[in-house]
Every structure is written in structure tokens, then in C-alpha cells.
């Protein structure tokens, strides 16, 4: 079975007290996040790593605060959940296979939802993956549209629930919910990576 790993949102302005959109605790995660990116990276799975890239005045500001505008800190991703192998991605460049030799690809978008790029459908075919796992911020909102947009590729796809973190505890508990409904399955990141 081949496996893809989908890495949502992890970055600065989300992950830590002083971030822009700090997600409460999400702190609590990068160390999981990082082990199941690693994981990926020692097994040969690919792994994409969607990440915020914002202009300064982002039409998404308008209903949420400046937040990891492009080449800023707050942008940044933890450097411990970064592969050695890896490339940045624009919404805007074409997305054509994986490429040669590379673990991690950095996948910018400017809406909250990764599939708003048109591409990103036809390019998850193209690496022909049986298998998702999806982990990383914020559950009801950025980890849903993810979600739920590999859900519509048919596979099978994973929520790592200890690596996800929610800003609206009922509402994530109702996204897992509806998750598992749609045919998703909840699983940990010991189960994943195999380590107790």
C-alpha cells in the first residue's frame, strides 16, 4: 500500500504562543509532527506540508488576522519537522508528478482549504497513493478541508488525532465524528510511526 503523509498548517503564527493565530496548545503537537514527518522521511513516504503564504493585504484578512504573510517568520515552519530533501511549492507553479529524489514538498496556498489549488486532485493521482495521513492545525477548519478533500479521492485516509489541534474542542470532536462517517479512519501517531 502506498502512503502519502499530509502535513496541514504547521507553521509559526499557528504553533506557538507568540504566532500571529497562535492555536491554543498546539504547541503540545510539533513534536509529533515532526516524528511522523521523519517517519515518512526514513520510509520513503511521501510527504506534503501545505503551508499559509500570505500577501500583506490578503483578502482572507478580512476574516481572520494578518497571519504568515510570505518570507515572514510567522510563516516559517518548525525546522524539526522540515526534511533534508525538500522543495517550496506556489500555488501558481504546476504541480507534475513527484519530483526525483525529493521527501517533503512545501505546498503554498492563500485560502484555508488545500484543494482550492485545481491541481492538487490530479497531482495526488499521479503519485498513485492508496493511503493518506492527515495531522496538523486547526481540526475544524484548515485539517477538515484537507480532509475531507482526500476523503473525495476515494482512498483510505487516516486523522492522526494526537497530532491535530483544534481551537473548538466540540466542533473538532464533531469533524472526527463526521470524519469517520465519511469512511475516514482515527488513529494515533504511535500506531502510525510503531512506537509505543
Known amino acids: ?16 504562543p507568540a504566532g500571529a493565530l497562535y492555536v491554543p496548545g498546539a504547541e503540545s503537537i510539533v513534536e509529533k509532527v515532526a516524528s511522523l514527518n521523519n517517519y515518512a522521511g526514513a520510509n520513503g513516504i511521501p510527504l506534503i506540508s501545505d ?3 500570505h500577501t500583506e493585504n490578503d483578502p482572507e484578512f478580512r476574516e481572520w488576522p494578518s497571519h504568515c504573510v510570505a518570507g515572514t517568520f510567522g510563516q516559517r515552519k518548525p525546522e524539526s519537522t522540515l526534511l533534508a530533501k525538500r522543495i517550496v511549492k506556489s500555488s501558481k507553479a504546476p504541480l507534475l508528478g513527484w519530483p526525483e529524489g525529493i521527501q517533503q514538498i512545501l505546498l503554498e496556498k492563500q485560502a ?21 495521513v492527515i495531522y496538523g492545525v486547526v481540526t475544524e477548519i484548515c485539517v477538515k478541508c484537507a480532509a475531507w478533500g482526500l476523503l473525495r479521492t476515494g482512498k483510505r485516509v487516516e486523522m492522526v488525532t494526537d497530532s491535530v489541534r483544534h481551537l473548538d474542542a466540540d466542533a473538532a470532536r464533531s469533524v472526527m465524528r463526521e470524519f469517520e462517517e465519511a469512511g475516514g479512519a482515527l488513529v ?5 510511526c510503531g512506537t509505543p
Do not use: C, W
Open 1 to 16: 500500500m502506498k502512503s502519502v503523509f499530509f502535513d496541514v498548517d504547521t507553521q509559526m503564527d499557528f504553533l506557538y
Open 112 to 132: 484555508l482549504d488545500a484543494f482550492s489549488n485545481p491541481q492538487l486532485p490530479s497531482f495526488l493521482e499521479s503519485i498513485g497513493a492508496d493511503r493518506f
Open 51 to 53: 503551508m499559509d503564504a
Open 188 to 192: 494515533t501517531a504511535s500506531q502510525i
